[in-house]
């Protein structure tokens, strides 16, 4: 428990990742924002450090059964951690979402729905009153027996099971089995009950095929596996499991998007006959409020589901009211388009922890620290003034608001700020300034202190002249309706417009191959790799690079060590133990695994022979290890490697490490590392590129150095397309789109386009007035509530 009397969270020797032996004082009971530049150690200090010690305080407090429920934070490297409360974390995780996920699951909005329907519906005569369970698709009470609950029927047929009929069952003929000892243990089973591996498939008898593709059958059986060399594998009891069945598992089970999306290259699909894709049993379908069913109510955007909810009786009015208290802190955040039926996956990460934002306020939790990231992303500056009433609203109901953003109007906002510095990485990890907001002023090494306080307008500037134009449309999708958009060509253009307006649905209508343009490149904000093994060298082509300079070493050369000796995802080179993932799991009694660094490599991923060649006095492991900032200066007498690191410096990467994992970076670094291997690439002929939100966990010195590559990808004769809330971007765009006017059913049609200046004037954009403050000549005031 935090000590009454002292009113700061006070953090003494904090050395997580760059953090370099920080001390801050931190009140409680304020809104505290965490700022600096991407990578200066802003969420080290937040996340790695405040809220991991506040989880680990929890942990240790539980019984060893709980433990093995919760997901562990590890211990942070850190001194001391005085006052410090207990502690929520809302980041900007989609936490493997399943097929089963959506808003109505995540807001818990749809277990207040279906107790309406069970307690207050209109039942058909004579049928029994249901329990809630019966209007839940994800119960076995409430779900479509013929889908399960998944409102599709999904099929596969041998076609797509087994593509290349010529080949055998060993060598890889059923196309949708997974991979690695998974697949290989599947087809030891069929070896250990007679099935013939080695003929080509289309040779195997039809009922053999058959059964072995279609059966539900499951049988065990002792499977003697074939003797490694260097190991000794024992006779273990296999279960088969047909390739229809694996498909259809994984495909409604797994929490692994990839899976999934595997397991559906498998499948064909269509609405589900008996419920129509509502996903529930007739039962279910009969009982109506409001003369609509729940199916029809739950499909509804979230403002126009509390407007349906008219009561007539004493316990509906209860339980209507209910559930627009609980519809009213999410409309207030910008997502009243949504509808309780939106599955979870297809939400960007901002409106997913919005949502979570928005739950919490029916919590009724005070005395926690609630830590947020960046809770502005993806968020119209129209709805800015909600996110601060909402921050607000926490903080005076006895709560701590800890925020790591970047958003000048929500910085200005706050009571409390830790501004940390001065730039990223290694040239990071220091705390500039911890202090009432206006403070900040005086603190010259301060990037963030330039932009805060800083009202003079951007120059003018020359806006460049069209090309050509790319007309796209009518498009009806989502919630646009026959809606055709106009591009121009050789320029920078904008889309702007509220979450939910059709932005990212009228740029994704964008043809792989539209005329006028030599080639189409989208650039997301999708992982760049799903697993540690995929890092910022390996996405970029740089280790092959560096492992063939490894390869012309005189000590590789003697040792006849290949590129290949130097790559940690094959055998050779790489540390056996850990099997070149640098880390082991350890199985403990009672308690979760846990992972710990490999003992025999100590995390380096390779064995000692191979740790023994260096380049230049460094081994590959070491060179990994480097920031690419500081690999610049290594590798700058070789051109093939400083030209991908120079690009990576472009755009503001010089802070990672070559090998960090991908499931370490951010969706925004994702996003500027694959711009950064296309800046890389010879540029011949036009280019359409499309980004969507690229500014999205940028600081905004960093967007300036982001903002630079974009214009020079323009004035190299190329097109740049951003779909962007960052109204500072849209001041320098050429041509500005904006969607709207509202969300949902209240957008989907262009409300502006031409110049900036043009769509700053237009009177029924809501982005105009935002967009006029950051032009030449206009006012940059907050739109926060000071």
């Known amino acids: 428990m935090p000590d009454s009397h002292d009113p700061y969270v006070r953090v003494r020797g904090a050395r997580e990742h760059n953090l370099k032996g920080v001390d801050v004082d931190v009140p409680r009971d304020v809104v505290a924002v965490f700022t600096g530049v991407s990578g200066s150690g802003k969420s080290s200090l937040a996340f790695g450090t405040i809220y991991a010690e506040a989880q680990r305080r929890y942990f240790e407090s539980v019984t060893p059964y709980a433990r093995r429920l919760i997901h562990q934070v590890g211990a942070p490297k850190v001194a001391e951690i005085t006052g410090l409360p207990p502690a929520i974390s809302l980041e900007q995780r989609r936490s493997a979402p399943t097929s089963r996920s959506s808003v109505g699951t995540v807001t818990n909005l749809s277990n207040s729905l279906r107790m309406l329907f069970s307690r207050a519906g209109d039942y058909p005569p004579g049928a029994e009153r249901l329990d809630s369970d019966a209007f839940s698709p994800n119960t076995a009470a409430g779900a479509c027996p013929r889908c399960h609950g998944l409102g599709r029927v999904h099929r596969t047929t041998e076609d797509l099971l087994v593509p290349d009929p010529s080949l055998s069952i060993r060598e890889g003929a059923i196309a949708a089995w997974p991979g690695a000892w998974q697949g290989k243990n599947l087809r030891d089973i069929l070896d250990a009950l007679g099935y013939d591996l080695d003929r080509p498939w289309r040779e195997l008898p039809a009922g053999a095929r058959q059964w072995i593709l279609f059966t539900d059958e499951q049988p065990v059986v002792t499977v003697h596996p074939v003797r490694d060399a260097d190991r000794i594998q ?73 407007d349906s909810l008219v009561a007539t009786g004493e316990t509906a009015r209860v339980l209507t009211d209910d559930l627009r208290s609980r519809i009213a802190p999410v409309a207030e955040l910008g997502l009243g388009y949504l509808s309780l039926d939106r599955a979870t996956p297809t939400l960007s990460p901002g409106e997913l922890q919005r949502l979570r934002l928005a739950t919490q306020l029916r919590s009724g939790l005070f005395g926690v620290v609630y830590v947020l990231d960046e809770p502005s992303a993806g968020l119209h500056p129209a709805d800015t003034e909600a996110l601060l009433t909402v921050l607000a609203r926490l903080k005076s109901a006895g709560n701590s608001v800890f925020v790591v953003e970047h958003h000048l109007d929500v910085v200005r906002d706050a009571d409390w700020i830790v501004d940390v510095g001065p730039r990223a990485g290694e040239h990071g990890g220091r705390v500039l300034y911890s202090g009432p907001v206006a403070g900040l002023a005086e603190v010259a090494d301060s990037a963030t202190a330039r932009h805060l306080f800083d009202d003079s307008p951007p120059p003018p500037r020359d806006v460049r002249t069209p090309r050509d134009w790319l007309t796209i449309g009518p498009v009806t999708r989502h919630n646009l309706c026959e809606v055709t958009a106009t591009f121009p060509l050789g320029v920078l253009t904008a889309v702007t417009g509220v979450s939910g307006s059709g932005k990212s649905t009228i740029v994704g209508e964008i043809t792989d191959e539209p005329a006028g343009v030599g080639r189409l490149v989208r650039v997301d904000q999708r992982p760049i790799g799903r697993t540690p093994r995929s890092n910022l060298a390996t996405y970029t082509g740089l280790f092959d690079v560096v492992r063939k300079a490894f390869a012309t070493t005189d000590a590789a050369r003697e040792r006849r060590y290949g590129a290949g000796r130097f790559s940690f995802n094959v055998a050779g080179g790489r540390c056996e133990t850990c099997q070149g993932e640098g880390f082991v799991s350890v199985e403990l009694l009672f308690l979760p695994s846990t992972y710990t660094p490999c003992p025999d490599c100590g995390g380096a991923r390779y064995n000692p022979e191979t740790l023994q060649v260096t380049y230049r006095g460094r081994n590959i492991a070491q060179v990994l290890d480097l920031t690419v900032e500081d690999a610049a200066e290594f590798f700058a007498d070789s051109p093939a490697v400083s030209r991908s690191l120079g690009t990576l410096l472009d755009v503001g990467l010089g802070h990672l490490r070559l090998g960090q994992p991908a499931t370490e970076l951010s969706g925004g670094e994702a996003q500027r590392i694959k711009l950064a291997g296309e800046l890389q690439r010879g540029r011949r002929g036009h280019t359409l590129y499309v980004l969507d939100e690229p500014t999205t966990g940028l600081h905004p010195a960093d967007v300036e150095v982001l903002m630079r590559q974009l214009h020079g990808l323009v004035d190299a004769g190329h097109t740049v397309i951003v779909v962007e809330h960052d109204m500072s971007v849209a001041a320098c765009a050429d041509w500005v789109i904006d969607m709207g006017p509202g969300g949902g059913e209240a957008g989907g049609r262009v409300v502006a386009a031409g110049p900036p200046q043009d769509v700053a004037a237009a009177r029924e954009s809501r982005t105009a007035p935002y967009l006029a403050r950051v032009l030449p000549g206009g006012r940059r005031e907050a739109s926060g509530r000071r």
Do not use: H, N
Not at 296 to 302: G, K
């Open 234 to 306: 024992r006779p273990y009891q296999g279960t088969y499991m047909s390739a229809r069945r694996y498909v259809m598992k994984t495909f409604s089970d797994s929490r692994s998007p990839a899976l999934r999306a595997r397991a559906e290259r498998f499948l064909t699909g269509a609405a589900c006959p008996d419920c129509g894709g509502s996903r529930l049993r007739p039962e279910a379908l009969a009982v109506t409020f409001g003369g609509r069913t729940i199916a029809e109510l739950a499909a509804l955007p979230l403002s126009r589901l509390a």
